[in-house]
């Protein structure tokens, strides 16, 4: 069921993911062994300077928004 719109546009909601199979609390460090391959890429990415894709985020700490 949908809202019906408002002046300002139809509120903004998050719906349940109903198709979720299961909640686990894990950590995906535990999920690949010590030697897999995507810890490499990750140490690439955690290497790289996204400095310049921050900076277009508009949502910024102390004022409203929703994070990017």
Known sequence: MT??????GAARVMSPQRNQVELRPVDLDSLLAHDHAARTVWAFVQALDLA??????KSV???GGAPA
């Open 52 to 57: 310049p894709l921050y900076a277009r985020i």
């Open 61 to 63: 700490a102390g004022r």
């Open 3 to 8: 809202e019906p719109a408002r002046a300002g």
